[in-house]
């Protein structure tokens, strides 16, 4: 992030905000793992919680006391989550 220009940021930022990828979160055949920081302003956890609502056997995690994204502010927690779900994954 720290890397890319500022142009190409803000345009991520927008193609992710106006992504609408809702119709298809049914159909994932995937393990997935929504995590969500207590503290994020951009993306908060109630907003998180309402994605993995729409994913068969999804794990969703909250980690209190984090902000945005979860993964740069806590990224040591995040990486033992996801090796942990891979692991029980076999």
């Given at each position: ?11 991520a ?7 609408d ?39 969703l995690?909250?980690?209190?006391g ?25």
């Amino acid at each position: 992030l720290a890397r890319a220009p500022q142009a190409v940021y803000r345009a991520a930022c927008v193609a992710i905000r106006d992504a609408d990828l809702s119709a298809a979160l049914p159909h994932l055949c995937c393990p997935v793992m929504c995590i969500a920081g207590s503290d994020d302003l951009a993306t908060p956890p109630e907003i998180v919680a309402d994605l993995a609502r729409g994913i068969r056997g999804v794990a969703l995690v909250t980690l209190e006391g984090v902000g945005h994204p979860p993964c740069l502010e806590w990224p040591d927690r995040v990486a033992e989550l996801v090796s942990d779900m891979h692991g029980r994954l076999g």
